[in-house]
C-alpha cells in the first residue's frame, strides 16, 4: 500500500526534478538516473522506462533539447538533453507551486 502513494507522490514531481538537474548543466539520460538516486538519497530510483517518456514529452512541449554527442574511441555517443528558455520558464512555474503546495501540505499535517 505504501509503494502505492509513493509513487503518486513522486510523480508529481519528477518533471520539476529534472527540470531542476538541467538548468545546472547539460545532462544525459543514465547520468540524470544516477544524479536523482544520489541526491535524492534514494528516494527517486527511476527506471529508463519512466525517465525517458518525461524527457520525450519535455522535449515536444519545448521544454528541453537533445543533441547526440560525438563518439570518442571506444565510448558510444550518447544523447545530452539541455533545458530550453521555456524550460526554464516552466521550472520557475513548478518551483512556485511546489512551495505553495507543500506549505499547504505541511499546515494541514502539523494540525
Not at 538548468?23 to 530510483?45: A, D, T, V
Not at 499547504?104 to 494540525?111: A, G, L, N, T
Request: charged share 35%.
Amino acid at each position: 500500500m505504501r509503494q502505492k502513494y509513493e509513487q503518486q507522490m513522486k510523480k508529481g514531481v519528477l518533471e520539476m526534478l529534472v527540470l531542476q538537474l538541467l538548468s545546472e548543466k547539460e545532462k544525459y539520460g543514465y547520468q540524470l538516473i544516477c544524479e536523482l538516486k544520489e541526491r535524492s538519497r534514494e528516494i527517486f530510483l527511476l527506471k529508463e522506462g519512466t525517465l525517458y517518456p518525461i524527457l520525450y514529452r519535455m522535449e515536444d512541449d519545448g521544454l528541453v533539447t537533445s543533441k547526440w554527442s560525438e563518439p570518442r574511441g571506444k565510448e558510444v555517443s550518447k544523447k545530452y538533453y539541455r533545458i530550453t528558455g521555456q524550460g526554464k520558464e516552466t521550472l520557475l512555474r513548478l518551483k512556485l507551486l511546489w512551495r505553495a503546495f507543500s506549505e499547504s501540505v505541511d499546515e494541514i499535517i502539523e494540525d
